[in-house]
């Protein structure tokens, strides 16, 4: 990565950076960091600390100098690890929860932080950090959010501020997982139904094949079909659920898409019942 991080306020002195869980996405962060002449700390109970990495004994003693600082645990244990580092946590210092959890944790654990005179922002990585580091897409929401970018700017990263108080970047990203991890159970499910069919090949290119003719508009056709044609489509759902339980998978998410459906299918009818589609006024 080209040039040094530089904390604007720190005349010219290297970024002081804690980061926090030092496991796929955090030592990927801390390498990236120290190979761009940031100052790097970090605390992991369970993983060493990757080479040019300033090993701690703790997540407070990991933060207690630092200008900067990545929690990169895991969403089960932010709460734990914020909770453990308050105690050397100083007034100006910038923390960026990165781990994925709902917006109303993230707003009890700024809560938490804003406690010691240190402020959180709410980072949300939008991509896969293998292959990335640093340079993945990040969203980042609070009071706090353009600090953070300017920090973060002589790494040349893809930060957008998304508008709006701490929780709105992890919101943004949760309801994109809804499709996106969603998705992916539901092509597992119809994978391994296909494999005990004897047909996985077919069904591979068939897929393949399906996910590049989408168009523009897909979206919208999803929303408006799902809605008009919803008693049908949980009869056909009902039925995949059956196939699949009897070849011996067990339809999780098909029976689920046939619940979601039958209770399209009960909502009242009529334009006000239907959520507003792009282009439809």
Not at 144 to 171: C, K, N, Q, W
Request: glycine share 10%.
């Amino acid at each position: 990565m080209p040039g040094n991080a530089v904390d604007a306020a720190a005349d010219g002195a290297p970024l002081r950076v804690a980061v926090l869980g030092l496991g796929e996405a955090g030592s990927a962060f801390a390498r990236d960091l120290v190979a761009a002449g940031a100052d790097v700390r970090g605390y992991d109970p369970k993983a060493a600390a990757p080479a040019g990495v300033r090993p701690r004994d703790s997540d407070a003693d990991a933060v207690r100098d630092a200008d900067l600082v990545f929690d990169l645990t895991t969403g089960d244990e932010a709460e734990a690890a914020t909770r453990a580092a308050l105690p050397g946590l100083r007034p100006g210092t910038l923390w960026a929860e990165a781990n994925t959890v709902s917006p109303a944790l993230k707003v009890r654990l700024a809560e938490l932080v804003a406690g010691t005179g240190a402020a959180l922002v709410d980072v949300a990585i939008m991509a896969p950090v293998p292959g990335k580091g640093l340079r993945v897409p990040m969203y980042v929401s609070g009071p706090d959010a353009d600090r953070f970018r300017t920090m973060l700017a002589p790494y040349d990263i893809a930060v957008e501020h998304m508008p709006g108080p701490v929780g709105v970047a992890s919101s943004r990203k949760l309801l994109r997982s809804v499709v996106y991890k969603g998705l992916a159970a539901a092509i597992v499910e119809a994978m391994a139904g296909a494999r005990a069919a004897g047909c996985e090949d077919w069904f591979h290119e068939h897929l393949t094949t399906e996910f590049i003719r989408f168009e523009p508009d897909m979206v919208d056709r999803f929303i408006a079909g799902s809605y008009t044609h919803a008693v049908r489509r949980a009869e056909e759902m009902a039925a995949a659920a059956a196939q699949l339980t009897d070849l011996g998978i067990e339809p999780r998410i098909a029976a689920a898409t046939r619940d979601a459906l039958r209770a399209l299918a009960a909502e009242p009818r009529g334009d006000a019942a239907r959520p507003t589609v792009a282009g439809s006024g």
